[in-house]
Every structure is written in C-alpha cells, then in structure tokens.
T-cell receptor, first 114, second 111 residues
Framework: DTEVTQTPKHLVMGMTNKKSLKCEQH?????MYWYKQKAKKPPELMFV???????INESVPSRFSPECPNSSLLNLHLHALQPEDSALYLC?????????????FGEGSRLTVL | SQQGEEDPQALSIQEGENATMNCSYK?????LQWYRQNSGRGLVHLIL?????REKHSGRLRVTLDTSKKSSSLLITASRAADTASYFC???????????FGKGNQVVVIP
C-alpha cells in the first residue's frame, strides 16, 4: 500500500467553524507533513512530524493546530480561519524526514473559508 | 524557504516533442527531486538525483544536475497528452533538511 489518504476532499467552512482535516498512511513511514498550496504556487511547508513528535512548525498561525495521534495518522484542526486560508492542503509522508527522501503525497483537501 | 526556481514557467508543445525544464537553487544540497502535479491534485514523485550524481534516467525522463552552477534540468522525451501537468523541482538543503519547492513549470502537451 503506497497511498496517503486525505479526507475530506473538499471542505467549506465559515470563519467561526471548527473542522479537521485527516491524513492516513500505512507505509510505515515515520515522518508526516502538512503543506499548504495556493493556486499556481508551489507547496509551502507548514508542519513536520517525526516519530509522532512535532519537529517543525513553520511559524503557522495558531488557528491551525496539528495532531499526530499515532504513526499512521495526522490531523489538522482548523478554528477561526480567515478567507485567505482557502487553499489546497496536502499531507505527505516519508520514511524519515532527515536525509531528503521521496515524499508521498495525498490528493489534498481543498478548503474554502467563507 | 523556496530556493528552487524553474525556468521557463510555462511551456506548450506538440505531442511527440521533447520538453525541457530548468531549475536553479541557491544553497548546497543533499539531493534534488522532481515532482509532477496534475491540476488540483497531489504531487507525484518522479525522480531523485543526489548531489554526487550528474545524470539520471527513468523511462522517458532524464535529469541532469550541475552542482557547480547550482542547476538542474528535466527532460521529458516523446511527450504525451498525459504529461500535461505542473512540474516542480524540490531541493533538500544541507543546512536544514527542509524540502523546498520551486515555483513550478506548467507544461501543456497538445494532442
């Protein structure tokens, strides 16, 4: 199984809502990532988890809250978002995060904030 | 940080032609990777070239790396309509191991 599964595929939320994005992989990878991608732009790193511990937070606003319940799951909790947070949110995993190996990406969750 | 930069950024070619994209970067790297992204979907890893390698092939893909010029090129030979996508280079910096994506090339292959 070489898939990274993200749910939901599409999410529309108001600025006062609380929602979560979910990501799952069963490749035994120990590093998992959240990226944010705006239209016609490259992905921007948000968070890196390594062995279920947060290793990198790229100064992401606290309205985005990551969580890694176990080595296969990665969540991104969303609260009080702004319209400019509308984007494609990509989850990825790799065997480890140091050493620059291949990243496996999910299909993304397209978020629209009204 | 976004240190990989591709040139040109948009390319339109006829099916069967070759497509070449370039990528430049600024700092020393462990390796350089190329990814493809179909419209609005996830990225798919194409090929990884290590800093001590100069050229690598995978099917119709050929990647070169010139560390003295801090640049790489991706060649897709005999292009197909299915190759229509955005292509990103990504560099793994020696400094902090973060994978930084370049701006991307939009390639359109006309049947």
């Amino acid at each position: 199984d070489t898939e990274v599964t993200q749910t939901p595929k599409h999410l529309v939320m108001g600025m006062t809502n609380k929602k979560s994005l979910k990501c799952e992989q069963h490749m035994g990878h120990r590093a998992m990532y959240w990226y944010k991608q705006k239209a016609k732009k490259p992905p921007e790193l948000m968070f890196v988890y390594s062995y279920e511990k947060l290793s990198i937070n790229e100064s992401v606003p606290s309205r985005f809250s990551p969580e890694c319940p176990n080595s296969s799951l990665l969540n991104l909790h969303l609260h009080a978002l702004q319209p400019e947070d509308s984007a494609l949110y990509l989850c990825a995993s790799s065997q480890g995060w140091r050493g620059g190996g291949e990243l496996f990406f999910g299909e993304g969750s397209r978020l629209t904030v009204l | 940080s976004q240190q990989g930069e591709e040139d040109p950024q948009a390319l339109s070619i006829q099916e069967g032609e070759n497509a070449t994209m370039n990528c430049s970067y600024k700092t020393s790297i462990n390796n350089l990777q190329w990814y493809r992204q179909n419209s609005g979907r996830g990225l798919v890893h194409l090929i990884l070239i290590r800093s001590n390698e100069r050229e690598k092939h995978s099917g119709r893909l050929r990647v070169t790396l010139d560390t003295s010029k801090k640049s790489s090129s991706l060649l897709i030979t005999a292009s197909r309509a299915a190759d229509t996508a955005s292509y990103f280079c990504a560099t793994d910096s020696l400094r902090d191991n973060r994978l930084a994506f370049g701006k991307g090339n939009q390639v359109v292959v006309i049947p």
